[in-house]
């Protein structure tokens, strides 16, 4: 009896819905036949999709966990002072200071005389400055080269002055008067 009423249940639905289909016309078939196409890529399109956004979503809160691990906790004003001070090299460094200063001028071309250096506290910080003041003879172009290779590679190094003297104004050789003054930790 259950089966009996089964079938005839489903030829009675199949009956309506050809009913309403022809009474809905080319239109309604088409918008049924759009729902269907829509459930169904919704159910196979979005869910890949879905379960990606899941799993990118899993590791960002992991990562953001190990972040909040791993995060170092923030430096007092006291230790902030003190690494900027440790950043400065060790005034026992001077040596190698000079000789890499003497390389760099070398390696442009220019010949560098003796330097005569002195050296004074900072007052106030555990500094030292040392002024130094380099006699230098080349190119104008080395010259400018050298100074900007001071600049990017030694930044405890500044350029106090500089004097430049040609013997006539077509020279193209100069003679160049540097001071520089380089800042070094100081003995503690």
């Known amino acids: 009896m259950t089966a009996l009423r089964l079938a005839v249940g489903l030829a009675t639905l199949r009956a309506d819905a050809q009913r309403v289909l022809r ?11 759009l729902t269907v196409f829509a459930l169904a890529f919704d159910a196979s399109g979005n869910r890949p999709l879905a379960d990606e956004t899941d799993t990118l979503e899993r590791q960002t809160r992991s990562l953001l966990r190990q972040q909040r691990h791993t995060v170092p906790p923030p430096l007092t004003e006291r230790a902030r002072v003190d690494a900027y001070y440790a950043a400065f090299p060790a005034s026992d460094g001077l040596p190698d200071l000079l000789v890499r200063i003497h390389g760099y001028a070398l390696a442009r071309g220019l010949a560098a005389d003796k330097a005569d250096y002195r050296s004074t506290p900072v007052a106030g910080t555990p500094l030292e400055q040392v002024a130094l003041e380099l006699p230098l003879h080349g190119r104008y172009a080395a010259l400018r080269l050298w100074l900007g290779d001071l ?31 380089i800042f070094l930790r100081g003995r503690s």
């Open 23 to 33: 009474g809905a016309g080319w239109a309604g078939v088409l918008g049924v036949a």
């Open 151 to 181: 600049l990017a590679e030694l930044p405890e190094v500044a350029i106090d002055g500089l004097l430049l003297k040609r013997a006539d104004i077509g020279a193209e050789e100069l003679d160049a008067r540097a001071r520089l003054v």
